[in-house]
């Protein structure tokens, strides 16, 4: 018996101590990670300040031109803080960005747009323009409001639409061959029924959220997203830095 239990006293000592070191290497590395993401979240303030000091060179000049449509994801929380939202959008404006669409799941901004349109200089809504027409003006910014709701909709009215293309052509009793919904047909279904909407080159993503939230998947097939944080932290110079960084950028579309 006494040799029974010594046995058992040195297997509980053993696996003390293993439990004792493996908590302290997990919780070392616990702390390693949450100053090495403190580090970054400190060095990006600073940089961030410096670039809206105008102290970073390379940041003054921006070729906003290349960035033809803007889309901005901001989480419906988020969205609530219209007062945030409008100085993004003057911001954006002093950039010189042109074309933009608002997005949030819930659609707070799109129940807010005329409050949102009356903080800002020369805009309007996208809708009032012809889309060709309102991507070459470079007088006025043109703001797209859009929420998951724009989206569940025009995939039901495209899918109408082909729908009711493939019945006529069945029951006019030619000879068809077996036919296929491709990437194509879906988009020229959704621009006619007026929901195909210009691709945003950039989106921005304000939330906590490391997705585009439901932002119409169709529009975003070459579309270079961008995690930007939470709404409340959002800072003119990281704005800065996004755009820039993506204007400095080549993108190759294939053949």
Known sequence: MDFKDEVQRVKSGTN???????????HSVHLLVRLWYLGVGVANV?????ISSG???????????????????????????????IQLLQWLQVIGVKHLCLYDTEGVLKKSKESILAKLKNATLFEEADERDSLLDQKHMTLEFASIS??????????????????????????????????????????????????????????????HLGFPAWRIRYTEIVHMGPLKSVRYGSLVK??????????????
């Open 46 to 50: 600073i940089e961030s300040y410096l």
């Open 150 to 211: 724009d989206g569940k909709e025009a995939v039901a009215k495209g899918g109408n639409v082909l729908f009711m293309k493939y019945l006529k052509l069945a029951n006019s009793g030619a000879e068809q061959k077996e036919q296929i919904f491709t990437e194509a047909n879906m988009t020229e279904a959704l621009r006619a029924v007026g929901c195909g909407g210009p691709e945003p080159d950039l989106l921005l993503v304000y939330g906590p959220a490391r997705c």
């Open 242 to 255: 996004a755009i820039y960084k993506f204007t400095t950028v080549r993108q190759n579309y294939g053949t």
């Open 55 to 85: 102290l970073l060179k390379r940041y003054r000049s921006i070729d906003a031109g290349k960035l033809r449509y803007l889309a901005i994801v901001i989480e419906s929380d988020d969205a609530c803080r219209i007062s945030k939202v």
């Open 16 to 26: 003390q101590i293993g439990n004792f070191w493996l908590r302290l290497v997990w």
